[in-house]
């Protein structure tokens, strides 16, 4: 069985999400692995752009998710949310906070290493190929309140009562 990360979201339109960096179903670049994780890259995000979000959008939450680690929960790597609506591109390279490419306002939370940055893709060796989901949530808020400390999972929930639309943009890597 396939683990399908949405399974349980809200099912609303989807619209358009693409990277000059990698294509849907494609290999994540090198430099887009987990230098912090011991996996060869650099820990760099890919950039990615974004079209045709609803009407009545208001901010964006962008994630990036695999749902393939062997955790029973999958692993979270990026969270991104308060985006504005009038932003609809993230440059390479914006999950790193040092490079301050992140739109006024967005905040970004733990990953899976409690580190608040993009965390590369880094599939155990000898687990095969990984899946990694970036997913771009259009909320009908400008913002959402999260608590300090908050979990990319918790942030999910609370985006539940605000997405009124999703683009979704899987890419694999494997240590194979």
Known sequence: MTNDPMWRMPEVPAFTLTSPDVAEGERLPDWARSGIAGAGGD????????????????????????????????????????????????????????????PEGAVTVANELRLERFLGAAPPSGHGEHRYVFAVSALD????????????????????????????????QSTD
């Open 43 to 102: 820990d760099r995000s890919p950039a990615l752009e974004w079209s045709g979000a609803p009407e009545g959008t208001q901010s964006y939450v962008v994630t990036m998710y695999d749902p393939d680690a062997p955790t029973g929960s999958g692993w979270w790597h990026w969270t991104v949310y308060n985006i504005p609506a009038t932003t609809t591109s993230l440059p390479a390279n914006a999950g790193d906070p040092a490079a301050g490419l992140l």
């Open 141 to 172: 808020v400008p913002s959402i309140e999260v608590p300090e400390g908050a979990t990319p999972a918790l942030v999910g929930f609370i985006l539940r009562d605000h997405i009124i639309g999703r683009a979704l943009l899987t890419a694999t």
